[in-house]
């Protein structure tokens, strides 16, 4: 069985402060981490990912996520917010040791960024 | 443009009238999938298909269908809905073949179908 935890339903930030968004996970074989945003009234859009490799990822607008093993956390960070960085994230991961390419997300967690 | 299609956007029904909502993508994907997005949930996987003729349930199957006849759409299909189906329904696809030069394990979403059973 595979989970993921986003403990925060919101986080708000200034805009030009550092923005960190909190994911943990849970999954039996190797862990293939995403970061999903959501604007309003839109599709989810990719952000980054985590297969293998460098512990710290970029991905777009910005954003990067570093891959925490003995934490099982993979925290998605933006050094410095905009206000148009206010949507809903969502993380997911996936058992890469398993066939198929089954998604879990956690609940997601609003960002609102204020001038 | 690379895309992942969904029609009707909005729907509104009544209780027990059957409704498809159609799903298409351009990406010559293999895997394709439907999810539910609900407040405080997440998105929770309904059903999935990993090529043309295979599909399974996923984590919320219970009254849903599925049919997936051609690689580029994956109908989803409600015999006869309920409130408790009124959601936000996602379509993604991807192409997760281990070796494959175009393969991706990254998921790419519809514009998404807000349903309204009353």
């Known amino acids: 069985a595979q989970s993921v935890a986003q403990p925060e339903d919101q986080v708000n930030v200034a805009e030009g402060n550092p923005l960190t968004v909190k994911c943990t996970y849970s999954?039996?074989?190797?862990?293939?981490l995403f970061w999903y945003v959501q604007y309003p009234n839109r599709g989810l859009q990719f952000l980054l990912k985590?297969?293998?490799?460098?512990?710290l990822v970029k991905g777009s607008y910005g954003f990067e996520a570093e891959f925490n093993k003995s934490q099982t956390s993979f925290h998605l960070k933006k050094p410095s917010a905009l206000v148009s960085d206010s949507a809903l994230y969502f993380c997911?991961?996936?058992?890469?040791?398993?066939?198929?390419?089954?998604?879990?997300f956690g609940g997601g967690t609003r960002v609102l960024v204020k001038p | 443009e690379a895309q992942v299609t969904q029609n009707p956007r909005y729907l509104i029904t009544v209780t027990g009238k059957k409704l498809t909502v159609t799903c298409s993508q351009n990406?010559?994907?293999?895997?394709m999938s439907w999810y539910r997005q609900d407040p405080g949930l997440g998105l929770r996987q309904i059903y999935y298909?990993?090529?043309?003729?295979?599909?399974d349930k996923g984590d919320v199957p219970e009254g849903y269908k599925v049919s997936r006849k051609e690689k580029r759409n994956f109908p989803l299909i409600l015999e006869s809905p309920s409130p408790n189906q009124t959601s936000l329904y996602f379509c993604?696809?991807?192409?997760?073949?281990?070796?494959?030069?175009?393969?991706?394990?990254?998921?790419?979403f519809g514009p998404g179908t807000r349903l309204t059973v009353l």
């Open positions: 993604a696809s991807s192409d997760p073949t281990p070796g494959l030069a175009s393969s991706t394990d990254t998921q790419y």
């Open positions: 999954v039996s074989g190797n862990p293939y």
């Open positions: 997911a991961v996936r058992d890469g040791a398993a066939a198929g390419n089954k998604l879990t």
């Open positions: 298909s990993m090529n043309v003729e295979v599909t």
């Open positions: 985590y297969i293998t490799g460098d512990n």
């Open positions: 990406m010559n994907h293999e895997y």
